[in-house]
């Protein structure tokens, strides 16, 4: 039985995927800020454990506690839409926090002990929008593509000792909590400057109004699911009918 751990599992893409996993037969190891065990159904291959990937102490602590892996999925992360005139330097430092650094730090977390098995998959999710970018995501678009170029260097430094790193890159998701937390973050931070806010309108009334096809958490699932069985799986692989037709 091999072994995942997935961060950011509360909802969305990193809850689907947990469940995903444990259906198939692994043992999964689901963390998240505010361990909540009734989102899923009692299992004996399952652990909950707290995880904070901004804090250096909470990720050495989940590590030790999950012992021996064979799977890392970083998915924890924070969204945020907003001009880049309107989004003060903090914001900027807490969205790379999370989304850039607590990549970098869970990875370093576990590489000791991949290293020294001389095997391991890191599967980090990030997002379509580095494929094509939109309007009011700038910073939060900059801090998945610095995830990728990461990642593909990352992979080049880690083949030697026989570790793969690799990315999904999800579409657009309405069932997933994205943009209504991102649009609320906003507000708690002043909202959309005065002389961006009809054009701020204008964007957020198209993406909701579009009717192309979206991403499902369960097209993350099964995407994170295929790399993680396939060796022979692509560096990237997009998920969702939206961001494969981007990468088509």
């Known amino acids: 039985m091999k072994t995942i751990l997935i961060t950011g599992c ?15 037969g692994w043992k999964v190891i689901a963390t998240m800020r ?14 909950v454990l707290p995880l904070d990937v901004t804090d250096e102490g909470s990720v050495r602590k989940v590590i030790e506690q999950a012992g021996p892996i064979d799977v ?4 924890a992360g924070i969204g945020w839409l907003n001009a880049l005139e309107g989004t003060p330097i903090d914001v900027v430092r807490s969205v790379f926090e999370t989304n850039t650094i607590g990549t970098m730090r869970m990875i370093q977390a576990v590489l000791p002990q991949f290293r020294e098995r001389k ?4 599967i980090n999710v990030t997002s379509s929008v580095t494929m094509k970018p939109l309007p009011l995501l700038s910073v939060y678009t900059a801090s998945k593509a610095a995830v990728n170029a990461f990642t593909e260097s990352l992979a080049l430094e880690l083949a030697p000792f026989g570790i793969e790193v690799k990315i999904v890159l999800p579409g ?3 069932e997933t909590s994205f943009s209504g937390t991102a649009l609320a973050r ?4 002043g909202g959309f400057p005065n002389a961006y806010s009809a054009f701020a309108g204008q964007v957020i009334g198209a993406l909701r109004e579009s009717g192309a096809p979206k991403t499902k958490s369960s097209d993350v699932a099964e995407a994170i699911w295929r790399v993680a069985n396939d060796p022979s799986a692509p560096s ?3 998920a969702g009918a939206d961001a494969i037709a981007l990468a088509s």
């Open 119 to 122: 095997a391991g998959l890191i």
């Open 72 to 75: 890392l999925v970083n998915n």
């Open 186 to 189: 906003v507000q708690g931070n």
């Open 172 to 174: 657009s998701s309405p």
């Open 10 to 24: 509360s909802s969305g893409f990193g809850l689907d995927t947990a469940k995903y996993f444990l259906d198939h």
């Open 34 to 47: 505010s361990p909540q065990e009734d989102l899923f159904l009692p299992s004996e291959n399952l652990s």
């Open 236 to 238: 990237r692989t997009p």
